[in-house]
């Protein structure tokens, strides 16, 4: 079998899932009073996008690294976990300043 095309389709998978998830998870904009929220909601979306490819290369790194057998399943899904939340953080942290601003 073709390691590359899984990886696409993985990819694809991935990007095509990550904004029905991201537009239904905006509980960052929860805090906010609702005239500010719909704002809220466009920034959050916004820095979704702007990290996508890095998020997006992130998985294709470490998608290589486990074929290359570098690493195993345990480590693979702990580092994506790891992964996953440091990047929340930091747009939490944007959207913070961001809205701060206005």
């Not at 009073?33 to 704002?39: A, F, G, H, I």
Request: hydrophobic residues 35%; proline residues 7%; contains cysteine.
């Amino acid at each position: 079998m073709n390691r590359p095309w899984y990886r696409w389709v993985g990819l694809t998978l991935s990007l095509a899932i990550t904004p029905a998830i991201t537009s239904a998870a905006d509980p960052p904009c929860d805090k906010y009073l609702p005239t500010e929220q719909p704002r809220c909601i466009e920034i959050w979306k916004g820095l979704n996008k702007e990290d996508g490819p890095v998020i997006a290369q992130f998985g294709l790194d470490q998608q290589k690294r486990r074929e290359e057998g570098k690493i195993n399943a345990q480590q693979h899904l702990a580092e994506n976990m790891t992964f996953i939340k440091q990047a929340t953080e930091k747009r939490i942290e944007r959207l913070k300043e961001r809205m701060a601003k206005e």
